[in-house]
Protein backbone atom coordinates (compact mmCIF):
# COMPACT_ATOMS: atom_id res chain seq x y z
CA UNK A 1 0.00 0.00 0.00
CA UNK A 2 3.15 2.19 1.05
CA UNK A 3 4.70 1.67 -1.97
CA UNK A 4 1.78 1.62 -4.28
CA UNK A 5 1.17 5.27 -2.72
CA UNK A 6 4.61 6.53 -3.42
CA UNK A 7 4.92 5.27 -6.87
CA UNK A 8 1.81 7.05 -7.22
CA UNK A 9 3.30 10.25 -6.01
CA UNK A 10 6.47 10.33 -8.28
CA UNK A 11 4.38 9.62 -10.93
CA UNK A 12 2.38 13.01 -10.59
CA UNK A 13 5.51 14.71 -9.93
CA UNK A 14 7.19 13.19 -13.01
CA UNK A 15 3.48 14.02 -14.63
CA UNK A 16 4.16 17.66 -13.61
CA UNK A 17 7.68 18.29 -14.36
CA UNK A 18 6.82 16.95 -17.98
CA UNK A 19 3.88 19.01 -18.12
CA UNK A 20 6.24 21.94 -17.41
CA UNK A 21 8.69 21.13 -19.31
CA UNK A 22 6.85 20.47 -22.47
CA UNK A 23 5.03 23.68 -21.62
CA UNK A 24 7.80 25.95 -21.25
CA UNK A 25 9.44 24.08 -24.57
CA UNK A 26 6.12 24.57 -26.49
CA UNK A 27 6.71 28.69 -25.19
CA UNK A 28 9.94 29.06 -26.23
CA UNK A 29 10.54 26.89 -29.42
CA UNK A 30 8.11 27.40 -31.71
CA UNK A 31 7.68 24.61 -34.36
CA UNK A 32 8.56 24.80 -37.53
CA UNK A 33 5.04 25.70 -39.13
CA UNK A 34 4.92 28.46 -36.46
CA UNK A 35 8.14 29.77 -37.15
CA UNK A 36 7.05 29.40 -40.94
CA UNK A 37 4.15 31.96 -40.08
CA UNK A 38 6.17 33.85 -37.83
CA UNK A 39 8.65 34.87 -40.14
CA UNK A 40 6.09 35.57 -43.32
CA UNK A 41 3.89 37.75 -41.18
CA UNK A 42 7.12 39.74 -40.34
CA UNK A 43 7.91 40.01 -44.00
CA UNK A 44 3.92 40.43 -45.00
CA UNK A 45 4.17 43.85 -41.91
CA UNK A 46 6.99 45.46 -42.93
CA UNK A 47 5.06 45.18 -47.10
CA UNK A 48 2.28 46.83 -45.83
CA UNK A 49 3.87 49.58 -43.96
CA UNK A 50 6.20 49.95 -47.46
CA UNK A 51 3.35 50.41 -49.26
CA UNK A 52 1.76 53.09 -47.15
CA UNK A 53 4.82 54.98 -47.55
CA UNK A 54 5.42 54.88 -51.27
CA UNK A 55 1.74 56.37 -51.24
CA UNK A 56 2.11 59.11 -48.39
CA UNK A 57 5.82 60.17 -48.30
CA UNK A 58 7.16 62.98 -50.72
CA UNK A 59 11.15 62.42 -50.10
CA UNK A 60 12.79 60.55 -52.82
CA UNK A 61 15.28 58.59 -50.35
CA UNK A 62 12.35 57.34 -48.34
CA UNK A 63 10.61 56.71 -51.14
CA UNK A 64 13.27 54.69 -52.34
CA UNK A 65 14.15 52.78 -49.31
CA UNK A 66 10.22 52.01 -49.07
CA UNK A 67 10.20 50.72 -52.41
CA UNK A 68 13.43 48.55 -51.83
CA UNK A 69 11.57 46.84 -48.59
CA UNK A 70 8.68 46.35 -50.96
CA UNK A 71 10.75 44.35 -53.37
CA UNK A 72 13.18 42.09 -50.98
CA UNK A 73 10.12 41.51 -48.57
CA UNK A 74 8.11 39.86 -51.24
CA UNK A 75 10.84 38.66 -52.72
CA UNK A 76 12.25 36.41 -49.57
CA UNK A 77 8.18 35.81 -48.82
CA UNK A 78 7.66 34.42 -51.98
CA UNK A 79 10.99 32.01 -51.24
CA UNK A 80 9.26 31.16 -48.06
CA UNK A 81 5.73 30.35 -49.92
CA UNK A 82 7.53 28.01 -52.10
CA UNK A 83 9.29 26.11 -49.55
CA UNK A 84 6.72 25.34 -47.42
CA UNK A 85 4.56 24.38 -50.27
CA UNK A 86 7.86 22.40 -51.14
CA UNK A 87 8.04 20.85 -47.83
CA UNK A 88 4.15 20.52 -47.49
CA UNK A 89 4.12 22.61 -44.22
CA UNK A 90 0.79 24.40 -43.58
CA UNK A 91 2.23 27.60 -41.79
CA UNK A 92 0.51 27.77 -38.37
CA UNK A 93 -1.02 30.96 -36.58
CA UNK A 94 0.35 31.87 -32.94
CA UNK A 95 0.44 34.25 -30.60
CA UNK A 96 3.72 35.93 -31.82
CA UNK A 97 2.15 36.44 -35.20
CA UNK A 98 -0.94 37.42 -33.58
CA UNK A 99 0.79 40.24 -31.26
CA UNK A 100 3.30 40.99 -34.16
CA UNK A 101 0.11 42.00 -36.43
CA UNK A 102 -1.77 43.98 -33.63
CA UNK A 103 1.43 46.11 -33.13
CA UNK A 104 1.66 46.50 -37.05
CA UNK A 105 -1.94 47.31 -37.37
CA UNK A 106 -1.85 50.64 -34.54
CA UNK A 107 1.54 51.39 -35.90
CA UNK A 108 -0.03 52.08 -39.59
CA UNK A 109 -3.03 54.19 -37.79
CA UNK A 110 -0.64 56.17 -35.64
CA UNK A 111 1.79 56.63 -39.19
CA UNK A 112 -1.82 57.58 -41.09
CA UNK A 113 -2.25 60.64 -39.18
CA UNK A 114 0.92 61.95 -39.79
CA UNK A 115 2.24 63.87 -43.24
CA UNK A 116 5.21 65.16 -44.58
CA UNK A 117 8.69 65.11 -42.59
CA UNK A 118 6.84 63.97 -38.99
CA UNK A 119 5.33 60.95 -41.19
CA UNK A 120 8.86 60.27 -43.12
CA UNK A 121 10.36 60.57 -39.16
CA UNK A 122 8.06 58.30 -37.38
CA UNK A 123 8.10 55.41 -40.63
CA UNK A 124 12.14 55.18 -40.91
CA UNK A 125 12.53 55.09 -37.14
CA UNK A 126 10.11 52.30 -37.25
CA UNK A 127 11.40 50.67 -39.33
CA UNK A 128 14.83 50.66 -37.68
CA UNK A 129 13.19 49.45 -34.31
CA UNK A 130 11.07 46.98 -36.69
CA UNK A 131 13.79 45.35 -38.07
CA UNK A 132 15.98 45.52 -34.90
CA UNK A 133 13.39 43.73 -33.17
CA UNK A 134 12.39 41.05 -35.81
CA UNK A 135 16.55 40.52 -36.16
CA UNK A 136 16.62 40.02 -31.93
CA UNK A 137 13.56 37.27 -32.57
CA UNK A 138 15.47 35.83 -35.51
CA UNK A 139 18.84 35.44 -34.11
CA UNK A 140 17.76 34.14 -29.96
CA UNK A 141 14.58 32.74 -30.95
CA UNK A 142 13.38 31.53 -34.82
CA UNK A 143 16.75 30.14 -36.43
CA UNK A 144 18.06 28.25 -33.36
CA UNK A 145 14.18 26.54 -33.09
CA UNK A 146 14.20 26.25 -36.40
CA UNK A 147 14.40 21.68 -37.36
CA UNK A 148 14.62 21.59 -40.99
CA UNK A 149 17.66 22.49 -42.46
CA UNK A 150 16.25 24.23 -45.52
CA UNK A 151 14.28 26.56 -43.29
CA UNK A 152 16.80 27.50 -41.25
CA UNK A 153 18.72 28.35 -44.31
CA UNK A 154 16.17 30.58 -45.29
CA UNK A 155 16.09 32.48 -42.30
CA UNK A 156 19.55 33.08 -41.94
CA UNK A 157 19.55 34.30 -45.10
CA UNK A 158 16.16 36.81 -44.28
CA UNK A 159 18.36 37.71 -40.78
CA UNK A 160 21.51 38.85 -43.17
CA UNK A 161 18.45 40.46 -45.63
CA UNK A 162 16.62 42.59 -42.70
CA UNK A 163 20.02 43.15 -41.27
CA UNK A 164 21.03 45.38 -44.00
CA UNK A 165 17.90 46.88 -44.39
CA UNK A 166 18.52 47.76 -40.59
CA UNK A 167 21.57 49.58 -41.60
CA UNK A 168 19.84 50.88 -44.57
CA UNK A 169 17.02 52.59 -42.27
CA UNK A 170 19.25 54.20 -40.59
CA UNK A 171 21.88 55.87 -43.14
CA UNK A 172 18.13 57.17 -44.33
CA UNK A 173 17.23 58.46 -40.72
CA UNK A 174 20.55 59.89 -40.60
CA UNK A 175 20.05 61.93 -43.31
CA UNK A 176 16.46 63.13 -42.52
CA UNK A 177 17.89 64.73 -39.57
CA UNK B 1 32.71 27.24 -72.48
CA UNK B 2 32.69 30.71 -71.03
CA UNK B 3 35.43 30.36 -68.77
CA UNK B 4 37.44 28.99 -71.98
CA UNK B 5 37.01 31.87 -74.25
CA UNK B 6 37.61 34.07 -70.85
CA UNK B 7 41.00 32.35 -70.94
CA UNK B 8 41.33 32.44 -74.38
CA UNK B 9 40.85 36.10 -75.07
CA UNK B 10 43.60 37.91 -72.72
CA UNK B 11 46.05 35.36 -74.85
CA UNK B 12 45.26 36.78 -77.78
CA UNK B 13 45.39 39.88 -76.77
CA UNK B 14 48.73 39.30 -75.73
CA UNK B 15 49.73 37.87 -79.02
CA UNK B 16 48.61 40.95 -80.60
CA UNK B 17 51.39 43.03 -78.11
CA UNK B 18 48.61 44.36 -75.75
CA UNK B 19 48.82 44.79 -71.82
CA UNK B 20 47.73 40.99 -70.61
CA UNK B 21 43.84 41.59 -68.92
CA UNK B 22 41.97 39.62 -67.01
CA UNK B 23 37.71 39.09 -66.11
CA UNK B 24 37.76 38.68 -62.22
CA UNK B 25 34.09 37.27 -60.91
CA UNK B 26 32.46 37.62 -57.93
CA UNK B 27 29.36 36.17 -57.15
CA UNK B 28 26.80 37.44 -54.97
CA UNK B 29 24.71 35.02 -53.09
CA UNK B 30 23.12 34.58 -49.48
CA UNK B 31 23.63 37.95 -49.20
CA UNK B 32 27.11 38.02 -49.99
CA UNK B 33 29.82 38.71 -51.94
CA UNK B 34 32.36 36.12 -52.59
CA UNK B 35 35.12 36.38 -52.84
CA UNK B 36 34.36 39.23 -50.54
CA UNK B 37 37.96 40.67 -51.68
CA UNK B 38 39.77 40.27 -54.94
CA UNK B 39 43.65 41.14 -55.93
CA UNK B 40 43.69 42.93 -59.57
CA UNK B 41 45.55 44.64 -61.92
CA UNK B 42 44.74 47.54 -63.85
CA UNK B 43 42.89 47.35 -66.81
CA UNK B 44 41.32 44.09 -65.46
CA UNK B 45 37.17 43.65 -65.31
CA UNK B 46 35.39 42.80 -62.19
CA UNK B 47 32.10 40.94 -63.27
CA UNK B 48 29.41 40.87 -60.27
CA UNK B 49 26.88 37.92 -61.20
CA UNK B 50 23.73 38.28 -58.81
CA UNK B 51 22.61 34.96 -57.87
CA UNK B 52 19.82 36.19 -55.14
CA UNK B 53 16.48 36.39 -55.74
CA UNK B 54 17.28 40.12 -54.10
CA UNK B 55 18.21 43.39 -56.32
CA UNK B 56 21.77 44.31 -55.53
CA UNK B 57 24.48 46.78 -56.23
CA UNK B 58 28.61 47.39 -55.96
CA UNK B 59 29.19 51.24 -54.99
CA UNK B 60 31.88 52.86 -54.05
CA UNK B 61 31.14 55.80 -52.43
CA UNK B 62 32.41 58.77 -54.50
CA UNK B 63 32.80 56.60 -57.15
CA UNK B 64 31.10 53.98 -59.31
CA UNK B 65 27.65 52.35 -58.94
CA UNK B 66 26.46 49.10 -60.31
CA UNK B 67 23.28 48.30 -60.23
CA UNK B 68 22.61 44.38 -60.36
CA UNK B 69 18.87 43.19 -60.93
CA UNK B 70 18.32 39.73 -60.20
CA UNK B 71 19.87 37.09 -61.41
CA UNK B 72 21.58 39.21 -63.91
CA UNK B 73 25.53 40.32 -63.69
CA UNK B 74 27.19 43.97 -64.01
CA UNK B 75 30.58 45.07 -64.50
CA UNK B 76 33.68 47.69 -64.40
CA UNK B 77 36.71 47.85 -65.88
CA UNK B 78 39.25 49.10 -63.24
CA UNK B 79 41.65 52.21 -64.33
CA UNK B 80 43.53 53.27 -61.26
CA UNK B 81 45.66 51.38 -58.80
CA UNK B 82 44.57 51.80 -55.02
CA UNK B 83 42.13 49.99 -52.54
CA UNK B 84 38.70 50.29 -53.61
CA UNK B 85 35.80 49.46 -50.47
CA UNK B 86 32.54 49.01 -52.14
CA UNK B 87 28.99 47.62 -50.59
CA UNK B 88 25.33 47.16 -51.66
CA UNK B 89 23.13 50.19 -51.14
CA UNK B 90 20.06 48.65 -49.98
CA UNK B 91 22.02 46.49 -47.97
CA UNK B 92 25.15 48.28 -46.28
CA UNK B 93 26.06 44.95 -44.66
CA UNK B 94 26.92 43.75 -47.67
CA UNK B 95 30.91 44.88 -48.52
CA UNK B 96 34.13 43.94 -50.90
CA UNK B 97 37.32 45.13 -51.68
CA UNK B 98 39.21 45.21 -54.99
CA UNK B 99 42.94 45.68 -54.62
CA UNK B 100 44.27 47.03 -57.93
CA UNK B 101 47.65 46.44 -58.42
CA UNK B 102 49.26 49.12 -61.48
CU1 LIG C 1 22.28 44.05 -51.56
Not at chain 2, 77 to 85: F, I, P, S, Y
Amino acid sequence: MRVRLISGIAAIAALGLAGSLSLATAADKPSDPQIAHIAYTAGAIDVEAAKQAIAKSKNKDVVAFAESMLRDHEAVNKQALDLVKKLNVTPEDNATSQALSKAATAERDKLSGLEGAAFDKAYVDNEVAYHKQVNGALEGLLIPSAQNAELKSLLETGLKLFRGHQQHAEHVAAALK
Amino acid sequence: MRHLLLIAMPTLILSAGMAQSATIEVTIEKMAFSPAEVEVKIGDTIEWVNKDAFVHTATVKGGWDVQLPVKKSGSVVVDKAGTLDYYCRFHPNMKGRITVAP
